[in-house]
């Protein structure tokens, strides 16, 4: 990195002042939930006047629900290099996947491959449908931080229907090799959903470049949006061969003629919608995302990248141990530190205003453009401080 990069990485953090709770707070976890912006607030309040001031016709209003509804698809369609009408609204991944899962045909390929490193949903929505007569396999990690290629390789058959796997781990923060994976995954004949919660928004990505056929994400972690929207992207070409059989009215073709009979899907991705979304959390994630798309993803993840390669630095140093990707080009703003105590140490860090979040055997910390080198020296210090406290307690 040339010092002009470094000066350029190590100044001010970027619209910190945007987040008030920065001004006490070193706050790492953005991979749960990102800090609260001021203009998301104010958009959560704006919502509430448009119901104040017209009731049910703030569907139609100027600035209005369905406007509102329709600008979300638009920057998320943005933010992964999709197009609008690829893009599915949904309250949660669980539920853009249960809609999704419902449109598969595993009569001939009953298989489902996922692993062991992937958030619970993707293996519990296949699991809980053993008994139907579909086969969930979890691929394990060698070494705790990855699942390599030629492990999804050697479980791949003509059985296999769908590959569900992250393109960045919640356990590690490691990012995998989509473009490889979409390669293998296509070549047996069956169809790769990517989770992208924990990518879309601080590792860049172009879901037709990668040649991803479906996508799920949301905008509660690094989109700064809040909790109750997510979304499902469905490329175009399998529109019509995906027919969910799990339905709402934002899901029929001619919703606002509240047709009854016959159900009549919708020919784009919006036929994987269900019933009236979370409004509040609609104009909540419009303005995170808007943060989101004035920084650039390209911009937020360099940021983020030397702002984890600097915490890393510091926290090897100090001897603690990390689990990570081997090559540093694929760990996100993710890192995982090896940490048996970490519920007792997460109290402890929150008592000193310092936020981090627990996962089995790890601390985990996550870093955004708003963090900056002073939070990591506070966290350092800290860490260090209840590791001595700990062995004095030995």
């Known amino acids: 990195m040339t010092p002009a990069a470094e000066s350029t990485h ?3 953090a970027p619209l ?64 992964i290099g999709a197009k609008p009408h690829e ?20 009569r001939s390929r009953p298989r489902v491959l996922t692993t062991a490193l992937d958030f619970p949903t ?4 296949w699991l809980a449908k053993q008994g139907m007569g579909v086969e969930c396999e979890i691929l394990r990690s060698p070494d705790g931080a990855t699942v390599p290629g030629l492990a999804f390789a050697a479980g791949l058959d003509r059985r296999t229907a769908l590959v569900a796997t992250a393109r960045v781990y919640f356990t590690t923060g490691a990012i995998q090799d989509i473009a490889n994976l979409a390669s293998l995954v296509h070549e047996a004949g069956a169809l790769l959903l990517v989770d992208d919660y924990q990518g879309t928004g601080q ?32 490329r175009e070409g399998l529109h019509e061969r995906l027919s969910p059989s799990v339905a709402g009215w934002f899901g029929h073709r001619r919703q606002l003629d509240f047709v009854l009979a016959p159900w009549e899907p919708r020919l784009d991705a919006q036929r994987f919608e269900l019933g009236t979304p979370a ?47 081997i090559d540093p080009d694929r760990r996100s703003g993710i ?28 601390l985990r910390i996550a870093l955004h453009f708003y963090n900056e080198l002073e939070d990591i020296d506070r966290l350092v210090g800290a860490l260090c401080w209840l590791r001595e406290k700990a062995s004095r307690v030995l």
């Open 203 to 234: 590792v860049p990505i172009d879901v037709k470049a990668l040649d991803v056929d479906m996508l799920v994400g949301g905008t509660q972690k690094w989109l700064l949006g809040g909790p109750g929207l997510a979304f499902l992207y469905v």
């Open 87 to 106: 893009i599915a609204l949904a309250p949660n991944v669980s539920t853009a996947v249960t809609a999704l899962a419902s449109a598969i045909d595993y």
């Open 279 to 325: 409004l509040p959390a609609v104009y909540a994630a419009n303005a995170g995302m808007r943060i989101v798309r004035e920084l650039g993803v390209e911009s937020i993840g360099r940021r983020v990248g030397w702002l984890t390669a600097r915490l890393v630095e510091r926290l090897v140093a100090a001897g603690f141990l990390i689990t990570q990707h």
């Open 16 to 79: 910190r002042g945007l987040f008030p709770q920065l001004r006490d707070q070193a706050y790492f976890n953005s991979c749960s939930c990102g800090a609260q912006a001021i203009p998301v607030r104010e958009a959560v309040l704006h919502y509430l006047d448009l119901w104040q001031r017209y009731g049910g016709r703030a569907w139609y209003a100027d600035g209005g629900w369905l406007e509102a509804l329709e600008n979300a698809r638009f920057q998320i369609a943005d933010l």
């Open 335 to 362: 890192v995982m530190l090896k940490c048996e105590q970490a519920s007792e140490w997460v109290l402890a860090l929150a008592r000193q205003q310092i936020i981090a979040d627990a996962r089995p055997g790890h």
């Open 122 to 125: 993707l293996a519990h929505q």
């Open 10 to 12: 190590a100044g001010p």
